[in-house]
């Protein structure tokens, strides 16, 4: 079996350290870190890491048992040759790598979510990926956890009918947090395009001063697909998730723990209520390695990873198109999105 050595870029929680954070969090199932996903992926070696900061090298050293530490990234993928490279640094600098380590020749790459903070820099990214025939995943997981893949089977099945609307529930920001909330959508409702995309940023009056903003916004939004489905967000809840089609809904609960799968029912001739039906408790695997692996399997087979970058700079898009109908007073955008140099930062 062919290993493949895998670098990692920025050495901080998502690359080596989060995985003490969630212990006894049920939400999440470890292995979490790139670090230590790789450890339980036969095919996968973990084999350098760089980070600007000297703690974090001989952190990440000590903890991996990995000699090979770098301060220039860009010197570590000359000097090690990695098939990999997972770029889990902050996202004002995700961009500017992804494009720097797909131009040195790399062919698979891991990039933390949002890929961009603006659709110029995804552009970018975009452009690249297709240009060098680069594989990509990133960090927006909900798509590689088990259980929403079960939930989308289910949704493919045809249990709960036609798709009609997609439901998030939970405060959070734009880029850090709603990412991940449109991926999963988009996910569970088979990647459809997005059409318009209308939204607010909190607090109401928040000013986008030279079309930037220096910090990532609380935001709620509504989105039209092409199929005519819709998807919104509720600023209160759980990251609970609702999907409804003309049959019935499917319903996730206390970020992706309980699970509730409704059908219309006759109860009367006039009373069809959505009534439980039987949706046993999914299993529950690692998102991580299952994001790696697939980012290995696509490369084997040439088909397209299932976090594509097509994929990725939609929901970037989706993102940045909420922040721009906040600063055209909340009216509906239709994507492709025009403002491309719009710019919001995030962690
Ligand atoms: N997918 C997930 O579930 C998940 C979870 C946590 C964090 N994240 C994302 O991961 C990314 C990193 O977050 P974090 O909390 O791990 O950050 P962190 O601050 O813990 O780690 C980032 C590291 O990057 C290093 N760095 C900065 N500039 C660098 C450079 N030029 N070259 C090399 N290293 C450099 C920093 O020194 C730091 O050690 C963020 O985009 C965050 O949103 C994703």
């Known amino acids: 079996m062919k290993k493949y050595r895998l670098a990692i870029i920025g050495l901080g929680r998502m690359a080596s350290t989060i995985d003490q954070e969630v212990i006894n969090y049920p939400p999440v199932k470890l292995p979490y870190s790139i670090a230590s996903s790789c450890q339980e992926i036969d095919r996968i070696e973990l084999v350098a890491g760089a980070d600007v900061l000297l703690e974090k090298r001989a952190a990440f050293s000590n903890k991996w048992e990995r000699d090979a530490v770098y301060q220039d990234y860009l010197e570590m993928i000359v000097q090690e040759e990695p098939d990999i490279v997972a770029i889990c640094t902050k996202g004002e600098l995700h961009a500017e790598m992804a494009v720097r380590v797909a131009e040195s020749g790399v062919k698979m790459i891991y990039l933390e979510k949002a890929i961009a903070c603006s ?3 995804a552009d970018s990214v975009l452009e690249v990926c297709q240009k060098n025939g680069v594989f990509l995943n990133t960090g927006a997981l909900r798509r590689f ?3 929403y893949q079960i939930a989308k089977a289910c949704i493919d099945q045809g249990e709960i009918g036609d798709l009609q609307y997609g439901v998030h529930y939970a405060a959070a920001s734009l880029l850090h947090g709603h990412i991940h909330a449109v991926d999963t959508l988009m996910y569970l409702m088979g990647d459809p395009q997005a059409t318009r995309v209308r939204g607010d940023l909190r ?3 928040l000013l986008i001063e030279e ?6 916004p609380s935001a709620t939004y509504q989105i039209v697909f092409e199929n005519g489905v819709g998807a919104t967000t509720i600023p209160a809840g759980n990251w609970d998730f609702e999907i409804f089609g003309t049959k019935g809904c499917i319903k996730s609960y206390n970020n992706g723990v309980n ?5 219309k029912t006759q109860v009367t001739d006039r009373y069809t209520p959505f009534l439980n039906v039987d949706y046993s408790a999914p299993v529950h695997h690692s998102a991580t390695i299952a994001c790696l692996e697939d980012l290995v399997d696509a490369f084997e087979t040439g088909r397209q990873t299932l976090g594509d970058i097509t994929i990725a700079h939609h929901a970037t898009e989706i993102c940045l198109a909420v922040a721009e109908s906040h600063q055209q007073g909340g009216g509906w955008i239709d994507l492709p999105l025009a403002n491309r140099s719009l ?3 995030h962690v």
């Open 119 to 121: 659709m110029v820099e």
């Open 145 to 147: 956890d088990s259980r």
């Open 203 to 205: 607090p109401s009056g």
């Open 211 to 216: 079309n930037r903003l220096g910090s990532d």
């Open 259 to 263: 699970w509730q799968l409704q059908q």
């Open 343 to 345: 710019y919001i930062y």
